[in-house]
């Protein structure tokens, strides 16, 4: 496609429960990044994958956030035991070659709401 | 570690009023810096970046940023402002796409 796709847009999942988003990135994109955006406020970056690099996880809140991207295109980002404060917007960027410092696209995102 | 600082939460300004929103970093090595836009219920977008080269960086919808090297800050203007500038503001540093707090613009008639 032409831009970043996420998918689902909205999820709604219980307390506990293990929830998987997707990130589909521009064609040829190397870097890609994911971030979490809650009501509004600033965005916390969670993880970057550059290439076949091993990807910068220092953003990940805690052990039960995972990322992989297979085939240095699509990638998942997997929340298990989810809590309510996992509740957020998850937006996912990619560009060209975040070495070269190149501009990044983002995805409209998915809301993730924990009941 | 690169990071950015937006000391700002909140930037008002009357329509064709000038308008600065203002970001700060910290970094080791050379800053590479961008300014992104996220309108209500659309998502981030790139206004422009500095690698190298000229202090002044003009960018999409008019806006310019100024690298300022010694106060370590790259602050974002726009000569004259728009109702439909009103929006939410981000600086980011590096290759790994840090990003500050963002700063909420509203921009009254």
């Known amino acids: 496609g032409a831009g970043v796709s996420q998918s689902p847009s909205n999820k709604v999942t219980e307390k506990g429960k293990d929830v998987e988003l997707r990130c589909d990135p521009i064609?040829?994109?190397?870097?890609l990044y994911w971030y979490r955006q809650s009501l509004g406020q600033g965005l916390e970056f969670l993880i970057y994958?550059?290439?076949?690099?091993?990807?910068?996880k220092s953003g990940l809140p805690s052990d039960r956030f995972s990322a992989e991207r297979t085939g240095g295109s699509v990638s998942t980002l997997t929340i298990q035991r989810t809590q309510q404060e996992d509740s957020a917007v998850y937006l996912c960027?990619?560009?060209?070659?975040?070495?070269?410092?190149?501009?990044?696209?983002f995805g409209q995102g998915t809301r993730l709401t924990v009941v | 570690a690169q990071s950015v600082a937006q000391p700002e939460d909140q930037v008002n300004v009357a329509e064709g009023n000038p308008l600065t929103v203002k970001c700060t970093y910290s970094?080791?090595?050379?800053?590479?810096l961008f300014w992104y836009v996220q309108y209500p219920n659309r998502g981030l977008q790139f206004l422009l970046k500095?690698?190298?080269?000229?202090?002044l960086v003009k960018g999409s919808y008019g806006f310019e940023a100024e690298f300022n090297k010694s106060q370590t800050s790259f602050h974002l203007k726009k000569p004259s402002a728009l109702v439909s500038d009103s929006a939410l503001y981000f600086c980011?540093?590096?290759?790994?796409?840090?990003f500050g707090a963002g700063t909420r613009l509203t921009v009254k008639p």
């Open positions: 960027a990619s560009s060209l070659d975040g070495r070269q410092n190149t501009e990044a696209f």
């Open positions: 064609s040829g994109h190397t870097a």
């Open positions: 994958f550059q290439g076949n690099s091993a990807p910068d």
């Open positions: 970094v080791s090595g050379n800053p590479y």
């Open positions: 980011a540093v590096g290759n790994d796409m840090r």
């Open positions: 500095y690698i190298t080269g000229d202090n």
